[in-house]
């Protein structure tokens, strides 16, 4: 007799994991089931961001998760990796929050802000008590960050900023904004209070994707700053790409638990809906579809496990992001579509999961490095051959928002 497999797992993947990584992984399922699930297709009808499980969150130590020190809960790679598969089996936007709390604006305060600025902020942000977010985009400069138009100037201790910033999450509800900006120093980063004179950001609506979170336009009208909300340590372009590897890590993770979900919903529905006087799931195109998922799926994890223990060997290379992020965020689409077909018409309401999660994986194929530029980047590391003449790119062999 067949051995039945429980969920997706082929691989016995938890053999590869410690009692401490699985302990996090649990919890974080255990809080995305009892939080996320009975309330996210609503959110999603609605285009509303659950803010209400901003302070939970806080309390379990979801921001910050893999910084040391400040309140946060230092944690490995791979513990914050299998985090985020379990926050985004729930949803891309939530995610995508935590990413944008912990690896694009926590993470550039700790990497390089000055002391005073990790006290001032880290502690209160690791609880949900200071939300940030990342602006680096604008509305002409996505993929090719090194044409930002953004300028601060310098009067002594004084700083101005003036500039547009598109797509930039959470902006709306953040108390502070990282922002990146051209100066005659070059590129600088500095902690903006969204509360400060001439700061404004307004949500871009309506949206197909990531309804469940939000996304902004930020305008910066002499936006008066002094020295001290300067980032110290960042300068130059590669100090926000430092910080878009981070948030990338997480999405490597993150959108296999996309893909896990859909998974799951195709295989339910197939075991139970019959046609033709049996359940769908006996007709072998039907169990065709759930083999591919289920190697994929599995093939996905061992990749994001494998850059993980990288990271926390300290030996991960920007390429090896660049490749978690193409190969698992295409694997992840490819599923929640298929998934999508096999419910049939139900497929295609509010009632499961599948088109929603495909809808959200549009956008994750967008930000963080679009499909296309991963493949450059890695095109690039594999030939040696930059394909497009970006000054970003001879800098660092890598790439972009
Ligand atoms: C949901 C969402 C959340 C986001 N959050 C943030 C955020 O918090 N902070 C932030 O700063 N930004 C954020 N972004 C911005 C995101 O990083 C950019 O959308 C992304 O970098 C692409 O830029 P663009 O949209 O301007 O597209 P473009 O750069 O105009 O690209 C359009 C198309 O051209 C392709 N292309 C561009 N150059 C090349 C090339 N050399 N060769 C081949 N093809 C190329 C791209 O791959 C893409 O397919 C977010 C975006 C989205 C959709």
Redesign the pocket.
């Known amino acids: 007799m067949a051995i039945k497999f429980k969920g997706v797992d082929f691989i016995e993947f938890d053999t590869l994991l410690t009692d401490d990584e699985r302990l996090v992984r649990d919890n974080t399922r255990k809080f995305i089931e009892e939080n996320i699930v009975p309330i996210i297709e609503l959110c999603n009808r609605e285009g509303r961001f659950p803010k209400e499980l901003i302070a939970p969150m806080g309390e379990l130590g979801f921001y910050g998760a893999s910084l040391e020190g400040y309140g946060c809960a230092g944690m490995s790679a791979v513990e914050y990796g299998l985090m985020t598969q379990e926050l985004e089996r729930g949803d891309s936007g939530v995610r ?1 929050f935590v990413s ?1 709390q912990s690896g ?1 604006c926590m993470y550039p305060i700790y990497a390089f802000g000055s002391e005073e600025q990790k006290e001032k902020y880290l502690p209160k942000m690791a609880k949900g008590e200071i939300l940030g ?5 604008e509305p002409d ?5 090194a044409g930002m138009q953004t300028i601060a100037r310098r009067d002594g201790e004084q700083w101005t900023i003036s500039g547009t ?6 902006a709306s509800i953040a108390d502070i904004a990282v922002i990146w900006a051209k100066t005659d120093e070059g590129v600088r980063g500095f902690l903006v209070p969204t509360s400060a004179p001439g700061f404004t950001a307004t949500p871009i609506q309506p ?1 197909l ?2 309804r469940a ?1 939000i ?1 902004c336009e930020i305008h910066l009208d002499n936006v008066r700053l002094t020295e001290a909300d300067r980032l110290p340590l960042a300068t130059g372009l590669t100090a926000p790409l430092t910080c878009l590897d981070e948030a990338r890590y997480g999405i490597l993770w993150g959108v296999v638990g996309a893909a896990r979900d859909s998974y799951q919903v195709a295989l339910d529905y197939t075991l139970n809906r019959h046609q033709f006087n049996r359940p769908i799931a006996s007709f072998q195109i039907a169990q065709q579809k759930l083999v591919n998922m289920v190697l994929e799926i599995n093939k996905g994890l061992l990749v994001a496990l494998h850059t993980g223990r990288l990271k926390d060997a300290g030996m991960l290379r920007p390429e090896q992001i660049s490749f978690g992020k193409l190969n698992n965020v295409r694997m992840a689409i490819d599923i929640a579509r298929e998934a999508r077909t096999m419910l049939g018409g139900n497929g295609i309401t509010l009632d499961y999961s599948p088109m929603r999660h495909a809808n959200n994986l549009e ?2 194929r ?8 991963h493949t ?1 980047i890695i095109g690039r590391a594999i030939t040696d051959l930059p ?2 003449e ?1 000054g970003t790119v001879a800098r660092r062999g890598c790439q ?2």
């Open positions: 995508s944008v694009l977010c990342f602006g680096l985009t400069a996505g993929s090719d960050p910033k598109r797509w930039i999450g959470l949206k994707a990531m979170s996304q956008a994750v967008t930000y963080e490095g679009t499909d296309e530029i450059l394909a497009f970006s972009v928002t």
